[in-house]
């Protein structure tokens, strides 16, 4: 049974950081492509960035040169170092896992920004 938990999202300033992290359990780690969702009140899930098992990355455009997706095969984890938070980053950030074309999603964590 595939679990993802996120953590460490909040409360933070304009201009500040956060780095949200993931635990994945119950799938091979390694070899499953991980990434980070995010969903604002009233609009649609959209993706904010993606790792491959071999560390290829993709970002949303909003996002490019602020946030870091990284991963840990090691410990299980992915991370999404978030830099330069903007209000319109105020969102539920969802961590997702795509195994064998698969997918499956977290509980979500939420971050507000304050401006």
């Known amino acids: 049974q595939v679990q993802l938990v996120e953590s460490w999202g909040g409360l933070v300033q304009a201009g500040g950081s956060l780095r949200l992290s993931c635990t994945a359990s119950?799938?091979?780690?390694?070899?499953?492509?991980m990434g980070w969702y995010r969903q604002a009140p009233g609009k649609q899930r959209e993706l904010v960035a993606t790792?491959?098992?071999?560390?290829?990355?993709k970002y949303a455009d909003s996002v490019k040169g602020r946030f870091t997706i990284s991963r840990d095969n090691a410990k299980n984890m992915v991370y999404l170092q978030m830099k330069g938070l903007k209000p319109e980053d105020i969102a539920v950030y969802y961590c997702?896992?795509?195994?064998?074309?698969?997918?499956?999603w977290g509980q979500g964590t939420q971050v507000t920004v304050s401006s």
């Open positions: 119950g799938t091979p780690f390694s070899i499953a492509v």
């Open positions: 790792i491959t098992s071999g560390d290829s990355t």
């Open positions: 997702y896992m795509n195994y064998r074309y698969r997918e499956y």
